[in-house]
């Protein structure tokens, strides 16, 4: 079915379209199709919001407070809960997540006292109410407001290889390899000034994350010469996502071990040969299981993720995945759903990407892993997911503190190297404010005193 979109509240146009595209492959957008109206109208002291299309008809009224910040963003709410309606009346369908569209489902639900506002003003499902509350409770007195939290993130943009799936800004380390000495020396600047920062300003550090990319691309030599300052912090949670099974080696974890790192992930995805060729991993399932064996000889919690709906896969490809995935007994086990963002090269080639069992192989998951011992931890959603679902961290001993940092925006980021973004919450969580580092690698590296300059200022 094809609709089109008429507005009076044309600044909330891409959040209207995010709850349409939510409902493909049931609606689609097109001009000429059948019109959706959303309309406003002031009154003294509150505004009239409608909805109308054919005979369906649906109005909301909002009282202003008269601060304009908070006014739009019940105006924004209120509206596209309308459209979510007209749209489930319109289609018969229900979407587990109503008319929320944002990545941080649990961070709104912790602002609003709880899930049940969630399911009682978006129309979420009981059941991802449910989960959203679960996630809150399990993540126990992590989340606090000390508005001097701090974490590091450290971006390694390199892979071996490109996955058809993935939107990340990355680079082939191959292609990128003669910048590398240049690179390391950049990197390890920046984080030598991001420590500096911290100890300045007397900031309380609660974790390091070195993500990417891939940051087992790096050789052994070139990871220490990226990351040695981080040596000088200690008795912090300290990730290494490694990623990749076939960028895995002793070397490398002996220097991953030495610069103090706490844990690491080994990422299967899936444990289907025929996929991961299909992928463009590049690496076989048994590279996985050697991998896992190197990292268990060092003292280090390990994660691993998995996606599901992966393409081609059956429900019970991924089951065997998962099963896989349990019986090595890792510490954390992250379940995605599959997101097929624009830049991905499964987006370029036409990819569909709705499925009649992404909701099994999640719902699947949950129950599985929970009767195995893992609790949910954290969770966020993207843009253009499979069955509209979500991606949640489990754990078996302790939560993440960085992926639940990240995920609350409870703490300020300070972020290093290319691509990197840093995010300052010390006005408080309602004032959060973003720079970007340059994203292309010669560019970073010719302007790396002016982006420590800069980052320097924007936490003073
Ligand atoms: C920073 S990414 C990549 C980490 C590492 N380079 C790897 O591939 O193992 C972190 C995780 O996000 C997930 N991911 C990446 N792209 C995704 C996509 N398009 N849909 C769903 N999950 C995705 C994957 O599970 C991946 O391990
Ligand atoms: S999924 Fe990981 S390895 Fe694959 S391209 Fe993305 S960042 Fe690189």
Known sequence: ???????????????????????????????????????????????????????????????????????????????????????????????????????????????????????????????????????????????????????????IPFCVSRCSYCSFISALYDQKKKFMKDYTKALAKEIEATIQIISNKSLNLRSIYVGGGTPTSLSADETYDALYPLTKVNNVEFTIEAGRPDTISVEKLEVIKSLGASRISVNPQTFNKKTLDLIGRRHSVEDIYTAYDIVKRYDLSINMDLIASLPGETYQDFVNSLTCAIDLYPDDITVHTLAIKRSSSMSLDGYDNTSDVASMMVEYSLNTLQNAGYKPYYLYRQKHMSGNLENVGYTRSKPVIYNIDNMEECSSILANGAGGISKNCLFGKNRIERISNAKNIEEYLRRIDEIIEKKIDFFS
């Open 1 to 155: 079915m094809n609709i089109s979109l008429i507005t009076q509240f044309p600044e909330f146009e891409n959040e209207y379209v995010d709850v349409v595209n939510a409902f493909s492959p049931y609606v689609k957008l097109d001009e000429n199709g059948l019109e959706i109206q959303i309309l406003r109208e002031n009154l003294d002291n509150s505004c009239k919001i409608s909805i109308k299309y054919g005979d369906f008809h649906n109005t909301q009224t909002l009282k202003l407070t008269n601060d304009l910040i908070v006014d739009k963003r019940y105006l924004k709410r209120i509206s596209k809960t309308l459209l979510y309606q007209a749209l489930t009346n319109l289609t018969n369908v229900s979407l587990p997540w109503g008319s929320l569209t944002g990545i941080r489902p649990t961070k709104l639900a912790r602002e609003l006292g709880g899930a049940k506002f969630l399911q009682e003003d978006f129309f979420v499902s009981l059941d991802k109410a449910k989960l959203v509350d679960d996630i809150l409770a399990n993540q126990g007195n992590i989340v606090d407001d000390n508005p001097k939290n701090v974490d590091i993130y450290v971006n």
